[in-house]
């Protein structure tokens, strides 16, 4: 959603495809980090995302016994924010999803999802895409494949995968 809300940005129309009718799941994360947030500021986007509900982490300590450590201390930060968000992440989605629409070269296709790469000889011109309409076919000159670890796109462009052995996925 940022890569597209980006793109939007910069005047390149964007298409972004989300399968299901909502970002409401549980198993998405629910922590934006101070450099996400500074990115946030330098687009101009914080102030009106901290007016969403949210939890913040200044400070981590951890207890041993009687004994009480500090993990993380944000205050040290070289950031704006000096401190971890914590919104569900459906919240932090509906935000970019919102932030993106107000742009006029984005675009969001609620329960689309792309089943098949579109090609022209050896390149990649589009995707296929299941809607609530039928099937339909999308062009573009580029497409991005963010529809997460067992991505279709990934499978359907034959790139390798390289397991690196972690139990989930962080960026």
Not at 127 to 143: C, D, F, H, N, W
Request: proline content about 4%; overall charge negative; some cysteine.
């Amino acid at each position: 959603m940022m890569c597209g809300y980006l793109l939007a940005r910069a005047g390149i129309d964007v298409i972004v495809l989300e399968k299901h009718r909502d970002f409401l799941r549980d198993f998405r994360g629910d922590t934006i980090h101070a450099s996400t947030l500074q990115l946030m500021e330098e687009l101009g986007l914080l102030a009106r995302f901290l007016k969403r509900p949210h939890d913040e982490v200044h400070q981590v300590t951890a207890e041993i016994g009687d004994d009480v450590f500090t993990v993380a201390d944000m205050s040290r930060l070289p950031t704006t924010c000096k401190f971890i968000a914590f919104m569900p992440q459906w919240e932090f989605l509906n935000f970019l999803a919102d932030e993106a629409k107000a742009l006029p070269h984005f675009r969001l296709m609620m329960e689309a999802e792309a089943t098949e790469l579109l090609a022209k000889g050896d390149r990649i011109v589009g995707v296929m895409a299941r809607t609530p309409s039928g099937t339909q076919e999308i062009y573009a000159k580029l497409v991005i494949g963010a529809d997460g670890r067992h991505s279709t796109i990934r499978d359907r462009a034959k790139l390798p995968v390289r397991n690196l052995g972690a139990p989930f996925d962080v960026l």
